[in-house]
């Protein structure tokens, strides 16, 4: 294999934990778990982006406790049942040399929803009927998170400190299934954004109010899971960086956050945007009814990064290897998330390193795959136009 000519195939280090390159690919929910247990489907999922060469692999969110959950079908870890199927997984992964990375949150008011292929509203009679239920979300207030959605309690200060020990508890369990690197989903609207937001958050007691108030759940999660998480290994909190809308969450708060949770254990921002009065991220931004720009949320992670020398992770429609390489080239983050491009290529980073003159010999394929691949590439192939 030739020496990295590029940024994406150089190795990178968090604590002690060591990148093979760059790529990671983000977390993402399949809903198709039962009673929050991982299953084939999830391994085969995560499995192929490692045997394809991703630098890392995070599981979908676990959900620290069942409340927190956006529908039925959400992977969970809340109880030890949960462990073993993350463990193969976890074994696999870092067989193929890629860091096993595990994404724990909370989804508060946007919890107790249909799965986005059936419908993504809030679940209701219909599907109560089909064996579905709805239940209650939590949240800062009483106060739908989206319009249509269900009624949320407003969490006491009893409650939020069991949930801070929820996300203790999850942690220790990740740390127990040996995974060695940990994100905290605090973006997308969900519980620990729709408190920092000033949107969804409008608390008169001490986790409310200034944006001190406001990030103080944020803060304690931080706390809590860097106590049972080992220092030798690397932690981030997803952000939504900006809330996009008049009077809500800026990249002022974003850095001011950012610095405190550096203050706490945390190693790297994920740098996403958006989700508080939406059904997901993804629909914020649709319904400003203009194409989504590749790289939209790159900006982020790059004045973050510039702003505090903490480490960012770049994620939203990053597409070609080029752009990828760009971003890590011009310093604008220090590794790049791909979901949805990995969907559609889940060999992405085997043909990047082919793209990028990574691979020539095909080193980097599992040989089984790769011999053909040469020889076939040796043999040449002749393309008649017409078929
Ligand atoms: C199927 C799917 C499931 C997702 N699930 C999660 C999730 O569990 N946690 C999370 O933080 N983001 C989740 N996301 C958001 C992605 O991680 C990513 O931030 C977003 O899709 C933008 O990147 P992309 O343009 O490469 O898809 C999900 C996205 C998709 C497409």
Not at 158 to 172: L, M, N, P, W
Not at 282 to 295: I, S
């Amino acid at each position: 294999m030739s020496s990295p000519k590029s940024t994406l195939f150089s190795p990178y280090t968090l604590r002690g934990v060591r990148f093979p390159n760059r790529v990671v690919i983000s977390p993402m929910q399949m809903y198709l778990a039962r009673d929050g247990v991982a299953n084939d489907w999830h391994f085969q999922h995560l499995a192929k982006y490692a045997v394809a060469r991703a630098g890392c692999v995070f599981t979908e969110v676990l959900c620290v406790e069942p409340r927190g959950r956006n529908t039925h079908w959400d992977l969970g870890i809340w109880n030890d049942e949960q462990v073993p199927p993350l463990v193969r997984i976890r074994e696999f992964v870092e067989s193929c040399g890629a860091v096993p990375a595990a994404q724990i949150g909370h989804c508060g008011g946007k919890a107790s929803r249909q799965r986005p292929f059936d419908g993504h509203g809030p679940l209701g009679e219909a599907d109560a009927a089909r064996g579905e239920p709805p239940w209650t979300p939590v949240g800062p207030i009483a106060e739908p998170s989206a319009p249509g959605y269900h009624m949320p309690d407003a969490l006491t200060t009893a409650e939020i400190a069991a949930i801070v020990d929820a996300f203790a508890d999850g942690t220790r369990r990740v740390a127990r299934a040996g995974y060695r690197f940990l994100e905290v989903h605090a973006a997308h609207g969900y519980l620990v954004h729709s408190f920092y937001s000033p949107i969804s958050n409008r608390r008169r007691d001490g986790y409310g109010g200034d944006r001190r108030g406001r990030m103080r759940l944020a803060l304690e999660i931080a706390e809590a899971v860097r106590g049972q998480w080992s220092d030798e290994l690397p932690l981030s909190f997803r952000l939504s960086c900006v809330d996009a809308l008049d009077g809500g969450w800026t990249m002022d708060d974003t850095i001011a956050l950012a610095r405190e949770l550096e203050h706490r254990g945390v190693d790297a921002i994920d740098c996403s945007s958006r989700g508080v009065r939406g059904a997901t991220a993804l629909a914020n931004l649709e319904a400003t009814r203009r194409p989504a720009r590749a790289g939209y949320q790159v900006p982020y992670a790059e004045e973050l990064r510039r702003e505090t020398g903490i480490p960012t992770m770049a994620v939203g429609l990053i597409l070609t290897p080029r752009q990828a390489e760009g971003i890590l080239a011009r310093g604008e983050a220090d590794l790049v998330l791909l979901a949805r491009e990995a969907l559609y290529d889940p060999h992405w980073v085997l043909h990047a390193a082919r793209e990028l003159e990574h691979d020539p010999e095909w080193d980097l394929w599992p040989p089984s795959w790769g011999w053909w691949l040469a020889q076939r590439e040796r043999t040449g192939v002749e393309v008649d136009p017409d078929h």
